[in-house]
């Protein structure tokens, strides 16, 4: 059974860090292109973050540049999202997804597995 689980959600103060994981179960997610997508309550799901499977040519949503990493342990089986000087925008659930093939993209019309979500919130 294909399973996507997020974890490592939770309230952070502004400027405040935050490091979101993504495992899954039965299937390697070392051979997918993985990607990050959120949604605030009220808003549209966006895309985040993705990174292909061989690790290269990442991607990230103009607004998080230079303050969000996207990365992938290929042993640990784990994606991780790395979000430091976190804003108050950036509140919202937080969904991690699995691709065969995301053509180097980052559209979530491309995503065949998704996980449950976890949410961030940014507050003081």
């Known amino acids: 059974q294909v399973q996507i689980v997020e974890s490592g959600g939770g309230l952070v103060q502004p400027g405040g860090s935050l490091r979101l994981s993504c495992s899954a179960s039965g299937f390697t997610l070392g051979r997918w292109d993985i990607g990050w997508f959120r949604q605030a309550p009220g808003k549209e799901r966006e895309a985040v973050s993705c990174?292909?499977?061989?690790?290269?040519?990442?991607i990230y949503r103009q607004s998080v540049k230079g303050r969000f990493t996207i990365s992938r342990d290929n042993a640990r089986n784990t994606v991780y999202l790395q979000m430091n000087s976190l804003k108050p925008e950036d509140t919202a659930v937080y969904y991690c997804?699995?691709?065969?093939?995301?053509?180097?993209?980052?559209?979530?019309?491309?995503?065949?597995?998704w996980g449950q979500g976890t949410q961030v919130t940014v507050s003081s």
């Open positions: 990174i292909p499977s061989n690790g290269g040519s990442t």
């Open positions: 997804a699995a691709s065969r093939d995301a053509g180097y993209g980052c559209d979530a019309g491309s995503f065949n597995y």
